[in-house]
């Protein structure tokens, strides 16, 4: 008896602690997505990290949007497996969507509803209690400069407005990872540097922000991780030094890995401004 309690012990013995590390805020494995003949997504990898402010950029039709879309749970892909802080998307999908926010492009919205109803309808939906939904949309509505606008209905709200209620509904249930499919695009500049601070200090918190954009300087200014998309595949992931590499700017950079640096149309459209 005594041999076999001493064989057990050891067998349990505890081996040193090692501190697990941080799963990534997104890991996406061979992620396809066709929509009849047309490849929109084509096979892409990605490890984005937790903690940072990260952009996805490619030009137009790159797939981005739809990337984002599987990502989030809105678009099931037909190949490929994605993960949000170690969960699974399509599998856990309750537990990954109540530990994320999301800002779609072409956002639509309750519109009959004020800008206060709406987010006491999103937090009541989200679960929180009254008292928290009421004192975050108090301060969401106060930072975003919308609270002289709050009792307005959002179908009366400009572009700029709508992407800030939006932001306010996507944050409002203190998410882990927050994704923004071109938060920016139709901004005006006042309420994209307020976009701009809200973020910032969302990330400084150790949240993680992906957004989309194509807007090189941008995505320079505010990002320290980037991946480049082009045809559905994934020209370069890194922090933003090396995606840049040697060249002088993100910019140029971005144009040489799409394959669009170097271009010259000087003696394109040669027609046109021409003597009447």
Same mark, same amino acid.
């Given at each position: 008896?005594?041999?076999?309690?001493?064989?057990?012990?050891?067998?349990?013995?505890?081996?040193?602690?090692?501190?697990?590390?941080?799963?990534?805020?997104?890991r996406?494995?061979?992620?396809?997505?066709?929509?009849?003949?047309?490849?929109?997504?084509?096979?892409?990898?990605?490890? *984005?990290p #937790?903690?940072?402010? @990260?952009?996805?950029?490619?030009?137009?039709?790159?797939g981005?949007?739809?990337?984002?879309?599987?990502?989030?749970?809105?678009?099931?892909?037909?190949?490929?497996? @994605?993960? @949000?802080?170690?969960?699974?998307?399509?599998?856990?999908?309750?537990?990954?969507?109540?530990? @994320?926010?999301?800002?779609?492009?072409?956002?639509?919205?309750?519109?009959r509803?004020?800008?206060?109803?709406?987010?006491?309808?999103?937090?009541?939906?989200?679960?929180?209690?009254?008292?928290?939904?009421?004192?975050?949309?108090?301060?969401?509505?106060?930072? %975003?400069? %919308?609270?002289?606008?709050?009792?307005k209905?959002?179908?009366?709200?400009?572009?700029?407005?709508?992407?800030?209620?939006?932001?306010?509904?996507?944050?409002?249930?203190?998410?882990?990872?927050?994704?923004?499919?071109?938060?920016?695009?139709?901004?005006?500049?006042?309420?994209?540097?307020?976009?701009?601070g809200?973020?910032?200090?969302?990330?400084?918190s150790?949240?993680t922000?992906?957004?989309?954009?194509?807007?090189?300087e %941008?995505?320079?200014? %505010?990002?320290?991780?980037?991946?480049?998309?082009? #045809?559905?595949?994934?020209? #370069?992931?890194?922090? *933003?030094?090396?995606?840049?590499?040697?060249?002088?700017?993100?910019?140029? #950079?971005?144009?040489e890995?799409?394959?669009?640096?170097?271009?010259?149309?000087?003696?394109?459209?040669?027609?046109?401004?021409?003597?009447?």
């Open positions: 008896m005594t041999d076999r309690t001493d064989s057990e012990k050891a067998d349990r013995a505890v081996e040193p602690d090692v501190p697990r590390a941080t799963p990534p805020a997104v996406v494995e061979g992620l396809w997505k066709r929509f009849g003949d047309h490849t929109a997504v084509a096979g892409i990898d990605l490890v *984005l #937790a903690g940072k402010f @990260i952009g996805l950029v490619g030009p137009n039709g790159a981005k949007t739809t990337t984002l879309s599987m990502v989030t749970g809105l678009l099931r892909p037909d190949l490929g497996r @994605i993960e @949000i802080g170690g969960r699974d998307v399509w599998r856990d999908p309750v537990e990954v969507k109540s530990r @994320i926010g999301v800002l779609p492009e072409g956002l639509r919205l309750f519109e509803l004020s800008g206060r109803e709406l987010l006491a309808y999103t937090g009541r939906l989200r679960g929180l209690p009254g008292e928290d939904v009421d004192s975050r949309a108090n301060q969401l509505l106060d930072v %975003l400069d %919308l609270a002289g606008a709050q009792h209905l959002v179908i009366d709200y400009s572009t700029g407005m709508r992407k800030k209620i939006g932001l306010a509904a996507a944050l409002l249930h203190n998410p882990e990872v927050l994704f923004l499919d071109e938060p920016f695009e139709g901004v005006d500049p006042v309420s994209a540097q307020t976009i701009r809200v973020l910032e200090r969302y990330t400084g150790g949240a922000v992906v957004f989309s954009s194509h807007v090189m %941008l995505v320079e200014s %505010l990002c320290d991780w980037v991946a480049v998309m082009a #045809a559905g595949t994934i020209r #370069a992931q890194g922090t *933003l030094a090396e995606v840049r590499g040697d060249a002088s700017s993100l910019q140029n #950079a971005f144009l890995l799409v394959g669009a640096g170097g271009r010259d149309d000087s003696a394109a459209l040669d027609w046109l401004g021409g003597a009447r």
